[in-house]
C-alpha cells in the first residue's frame, strides 16, 4: 500500500468503486480505495440490482439517467459484464389521484429527454400478465429501467479505475482520521497510515462511525430491507418462449411493491409501513457478507395487496427471502459534497438506490473534487441541505418515515409529521392559539396559513385547490388593502464584521455594498458565473454587515463564506462570520396601514423621508431591542423586525395590540408565496439555483460588473455579452382547479422552429411490446405527446420548464415562474405559450411587467 496519495476513497462498494472510476477518469490517478473486507462486503452485494430513472427532483434524475448509459462504458473498458437487462418498467396507479401523479412524472419527462409514456392497464398487462388489470385505473410506462448483477457492476467499476490507474487495497479497516495544520489527511489503517490531500467518505453503512472520526454526525441510517425470489413459474416461462423477452418491471404504489423477473421466477420486494432500522446507534465493523433475520409478518400486509393485484405470483412457491441492510437518508437521496467545517473531507453516502444513482453520484462528486464544481445542480443530493437539528433520533424518526412511504405520493401541501416539532420559536404555541397550520421549515415549525376560528387546521392534501385556498387569499386581501404581520425566524440571518468585511463581501457578491444604514441585494455567482446565493445585506456599522437569505441553504453558505475567507498575509484574521440561526428572530408588517402601526410602537421618526425604503435602523420596537429593515418580501409598503428570541412575544403582542384598529391580520408562508407572485420575485432554489447564470435568471440590475473582480465576474460578463440563451420569465396561466406546482414543461407554438433548450434523449431506452411480441409506441399516448418523444405536436414545442407558482390572490390570477428561450421572453402574445398541469395543457401569456404595482411606488411610498 502506498504512503501517499491525492485522494483516498474509503469503502469498496459500488459508489465508491464509481466515485474512484470517475476521479481517475478525471486524470487523478495518485488515488487509493481503501476496503475493510471485499469489495461489496456492505449493501450491494445483496441489493436487488433494479435501476430507473425516475426521481421526484429533476436534477437527481439526469444523473440516474447518465448512470444508466455509463454501464455499457464501463463494461467496454473493463472486460466485466454487468449483465444488464434493459427491460423497462411500469408504475401502476389504482386512484385518480396516483394517475395526478404519474401525469406529473411524465410531464417532467418531456423536458428531461425520458420517453415515458402514459397507458392502460391493460397495455401494463400485455407486458406483465401476472398482473390483474382491474385493479388499476392507469400506467406510466419507461424504457429506461432494468435491473443487473450488482456484484459485477461494482467489479467492473473497480477493474475500470484500475486501468486507468488507481490502486484498491483490500482487507484494511481504516481506524482513524487525523489531520494536520496543512489540511493534509492522515488515513490511519490496519496497515499502516497514508497521507493523502483529500478524503472520500463512501463507508455506506459504516458512513456514520466514518463521519464520527472526524466529529461529523452525518443524518444516515440503515434499515432493514426484505424481497422475495419465487420459485420457477410456468408463466415466467411460457411468456419468455412466446415473445422471446423478458418480462418488464413493474411498481405498484398501492401495494408498496416493486417486482421483476428474476430468471424464470419473479423477484418482488416491498417498502413496508412496518419498517425496522438496523444498528440504529452503531454498525458493527465485523459485519459483512450476511443477511439479517427474515420476517414475513412484517411484510404480510404488503403481500397481500401485492397477491391480490398480481394473482399469478400468489400462487407461485417462495424459493427465498432476502432482508438486508440499506442506508438511507432523511428525504432518501444521497449525501454528497465536502462537509461544512472541514477541508477537503467529501461524502458520497445514503446512496440507498446505488445502481440508479452511483454512476452520477461519482461524475458530480468528481467534477467537485478536480474542478471545483459539481457540474450539475446537486443540491437535493447535497450533504449541506440537512442542519444541526438533523439529530441521530431526528434522522431515526425521518428516515423511517421516508422508506414508510417510498411509493407514496407527496402532495404539494402536505407537511410530513414525524419528528416534529424539532425546533420552535418564542411564538410557537401562541401560533397554534391562533389555529396556525405549521409547516417544517429546515425543521423549524412556521406558520403557512390560519384556518378560520372553529375550523381544524389542517391541510386536506390535493394535488388541486385545497382547504387553505379562501382563508389564503384572505390573508393576502386583508394585507394588501390594510395590514398584516407574519413570522420571519425561517430566514438564515449573518453577521459579517471587521476590518475587511466590506472587500469580502464586495469579493463574493455581485452588487455594491450599501453605505452605512442602508441596505442592497444581492446575488452570489460560483467561479464559472452560476447563481449560488440570493442576499438582503444591510451595512449596520463601519465594520459590520448584517446578511439574510435562504434558511435552507446556511450550511451551503457557510461553506462557500469559509472557503473564501483571507486565510494568509495580513488580513488573514479581519474577517468574522456568525451564524445566528434561530438566536435571531423576526416578524415582518406589509400593507398600506404598517407605517401607522410600526409608529405608534417606536418613539423615532419613521416618515417616508426619515426612514426610506432599503433603509436600516437599530431602534427600540414595543420596548424590545430591534434591527428593523425597510423592505418585505411582498413587494409593499412594510418592515422586516429582528430581535434576540427573548424578545419576541413582547414585540408580536404589541403589534397585535397596535394594529387592532388598523384591522391587522396574521398571515403565512404561502400568502407571503402568492404576494411574491404578483410581484414577479423569485425565490431561492426555484428560480434561482446553480444552473443558472445571473442574466439568465433575470437579475440585471443587481450585477454591477464595473465594481470590482467579483468571484463569477469574467463569466457573467461572457453571458452578458453573448446575450443569455435562457431567460426567467413570469406568466399568467389561464388555469382551471388545479395551479403549477413546479417542474412542469412550456410548451410554445414556434412551428419547426428549434430554440435547442429541451433536454436532448438520453438514447438509451427499451421499445414497448405487447403480449405477442409485436413493438407499440404511441397507442395511447398523454395528451399532446407525440412520435418525437412527447416534446413536439404539431407547430407546439416544449421549450421551457415551470420553477414555481401557484395563485397570485389579491390580483386573482394563476401565475407560474419559469425559464424560456431569451428570444421569446418578452413576447406577451395571446395563444403562444401553453404549461402542462396535471395532464392538460392550459393556455399561459408572459407578462414582463408585475401585476401588483409594477412601478413599484407602493413599496417606495
Not at 444508466?68 to 411500469?90: A, F
Not at 420596537?621 to 409598503?637: E, F, K, Q
Not at 428549434?754 to 438514447?763: L, N, Q, R
Amino acid at each position: 500500500m502506498k504512503s501517499h496519495a491525492k485522494a483516498v476513497v474509503i469503502g469498496g462498494g459500488v459508489v465508491g468503486c464509481s466515485v474512484l472510476y470517475h476521479l481517475a477518469k478525471a486524470g487523478w490517478t495518485d488515488i487509493l480505495l481503501i476496503e475493510r473486507s471485499e469489495l461489496t462486503s456492505g449493501s450491494s452485494w445483496h441489493a436487488a440490482g433494479g435501476f430507473h430513472t425516475l426521481n421526484g427532483d429533476p436534477n437527481v434524475a439526469k444523473l440516474q439517467a447518465y448512470t444508466v448509459q455509463l454501464y455499457k462504458e464501463i463494461e467496454e473498458i473493463s472486460g466485466q459484464s454487468c449483465s444488464l437487462h434493459l427491460t423497462g418498467g411500469v408504475m401502476m396507479a389504482d386512484t385518480p389521484e396516483r394517475m395526478d401523479f404519474l401525469r406529473l412524472a411524465h410531464a417532467k419527462g418531456r423536458y428531461l429527454g425520458m420517453d415515458t409514456e402514459l397507458i392502460t392497464p391493460s397495455e401494463a398487462r400485455a407486458m406483465f400478465p401476472l398482473l390483474d388489470e382491474t385493479n388499476f385505473v392507469g400506467a406510466m410506462w419507461d424504457p429506461v429501467e432494468g435491473h443487473l448483477d450488482p456484484s459485477g457492476t461494482t467489479h467492473a467499476y473497480a477493474k475500470a479505475a484500475r486501468k486507468l490507474g488507481a490502486e484498491i487495497v483490500l482487507r484494511n479497516r481504516v481506524v482513524e482520521l487525523t489531520q494536520e495544520v496543512d489540511g493534509t489527511w492522515n488515513v490511519v489503517t490496519e496497515q499502516g497510515t497514508v497521507k493523502a490531500e483529500h478524503v472520500v467518505n463512501c463507508g455506506g453503512l459504516w458512513a456514520r462511525e466514518i463521519g464520527r472520526m472526524v466529529g461529523v454526525e452525518l443524518p444516515v441510517l440503515a434499515m432493514e430491507h426484505m424481497y422475495l425470489l419465487t420459485e420457477p413459474m410456468p408463466e415466467v416461462e411460457e411468456f419468455n418462449k412466446s415473445t422471446g423477452r423478458e418480462m418488464i418491471g413493474v411498481l405498484d404504489f398501492k401495494g408498496e411493491i416493486y417486482t421483476r423477473q428474476e430468471r424464470n421466477g419473479i423477484l418482488l420486494g416491498t417498502y413496508e409501513k412496518a419498517c425496522k432500522p438496523w444498528s440504529p446507534v452503531n454498525t458493527p465493523w465485523d459485519f459483512g457478507h450476511e443477511l439479517l433475520q427474515p420476517d414475513i409478518d412484517r411484510i404480510a400486509p404488503s403481500l397481500e395487496i401485492g397477491f391480490k393485484h398480481f394473482p399469478g405470483i400468489e400462487k407461485a412457491g417462495i424459493k427465498q427471502i432476502i432482508n438486508g441492510p440499506f442506508t438511507f437518508a432523511l428525504d432518501g437521496n444521497p449525501l454528497v459534497g465536502p462537509v461544512q467545517g472541514l477541508t477537503n473531507f467529501w461524502c458520497a453516502c445514503a446512496v440507498m438506490a446505488g445502481f440508479s444513482q452511483g454512476g452520477g453520484v461519482g461524475l458530480a462528486l468528481s467534477n467537485w473534487m478536480v474542478h471545483g464544481d459539481p457540474g450539475f445542480d446537486v443540491w437535493g443530493m447535497d450533504v449541506a441541505r440537512f442542519g444541526e437539528w438533523a439529530t441521530p433520533r431526528y434522522t431515526n424518526a425521518k428516515v423511517r418515515e421516508n422508506y414508510s412511504r417510498r411509493f407514496s405520493i407527496r402532495f404539494p401541501n402536505e407537511e410530513l409529521p414525524a419528528a416534529r416539532p424539532a425546533q420552535t420559536t418564542p411564538l410557537y404555541d401562541t401560533m397554534l392559539a391562533n389555529n396556525a397550520v405549521m409547516g417544517d421549515s429546515w425543521g423549524l415549525e412556521t406558520p403557512l396559513w390560519f384556518a378560520p376560528k372553529g375550523s381544524e387546521p389542517k391541510d386536506i392534501v390535493s394535488f388541486h385547490r385545497s382547504n387553505d385556498f379562501g382563508p389564503i387569499g384572505e390573508e393576502v386581501r386583508a394585507t394588501r388593502e390594510r395590514v398584516g404581520v407574519t413570522e420571519i425566524a425561517n430566514f438564515a440571518k449573518y453577521e459579517v464584521s471587521g476590518p475587511g468585511a466590506e472587500d469580502f463581501l464586495n469579493r463574493l457578491m455581485t452588487n455594491r455594498m450599501p453605505k452605512t444604514g442602508r441596505i442592497v441585494l444581492t446575488p452570489m455567482l460560483n467561479e464559472f458565473g452560476r447563481l449560488i446565493g440570493d442576499f438582503t445585506i444591510a451595512k449596520a456599522g463601519e465594520e459590520r454587515f448584517m446578511i439574510w437569505g435562504s434558511s435552507a441553504a446556511q450550511k451551503y453558505h457557510m461553506r462557500w463564506f469559509e472557503k473564501h475567507l483571507p486565510k494568509d498575509g495580513p488580513r488573514a484574521s479581519e474577517v468574522r462570520i456568525h451564524r445566528f440561526d434561530q438566536t435571531l428572530v423576526g416578524l415582518s408588517i406589509a400593507g398600506p396601514k404598517s407605517r401607522d402601526l410600526l409608529q405608534k410602537l417606536v418613539d423615532v421618526d419613521i416618515s417616508t423621508k426619515a426612514f426610506r425604503f432599503m433603509d436600516f435602523r437599530e431602534m427600540a420596537v414595543g420596548g424590545a431591542p430591534c434591527m428593523v429593515n425597510r423592505i418585505t418580501y411582498t413587494g409593499d409598503l412594510g418592515y422586516e423586525i429582528w430581535m434576540a428570541p427573548a424578545y419576541q412575544r413582547l414585540v408580536y403582542k404589541a403589534i397585535k395590540e397596535a394594529g387592532e384598529e388598523f384591522g391587522l391580520i396574521d398571515f403565512g408562508m404561502r400568502a407571503l408565496l402568492s404576494m411574491r407572485l404578483e410581484k414577479n420575485f423569485p425565490t431561492w432554489f426555484r428560480e434561482l439555483r446553480p444552473i443558472y447564470g445571473p442574466f439568465e435568471g433575470s437579475m440585471d440590475r443587481f450585477i454591477k460588473l464595473e465594481k470590482n473582480d467579483f468571484i463569477g465576474r469574467e463569466a457573467a460578463a461572457r453571458e452578458q455579452a453573448a446575450g443569455p440563451k435562457l431567460r426567467r420569465v413570469s406568466f399568467i396561466v389561464d388555469a382551471a382547479d388545479a395551479d403549477v406546482m413546479g417542474d412542469e414543461p412550456i410548451w410554445a407554438k414556434v412551428g419547426g422552429k428549434d430554440y435547442g433548450t429541451v433536454e436532448k434523449p438520453h438514447g438509451y431506452g427499451a421499445p414497448r411490446f405487447d403480449a405477442g411480441g409485436k413493438e407499440v409506441r404511441g397507442s395511447n399516448a398523454a395528451e399532446g405527446a407525440s412520435a418525437v418523444r412527447g416534446i413536439v405536436d404539431g407547430d407546439w414545442r416544449v421549450v421551457g420548464w415551470v420553477t414555481s407558482g401557484g395563485y397570485a390572490h389579491y390580483v386573482e390570477k394563476s401565475m407560474a415562474q419559469g425559464y424560456v428561450p431569451a428570444a421569446l421572453a418578452e413576447n406577451e402574445s395571446a395563444g403562444l405559450f401553453e404549461i402542462e398541469i396535471l395532464g392538460h395543457r392550459r393556455p399561459a401569456r408572459i407578462n414582463v411587467e408585475p401585476p401588483f404595482d409594477p412601478s413599484g411606488e407602493k413599496m417606495r411610498t
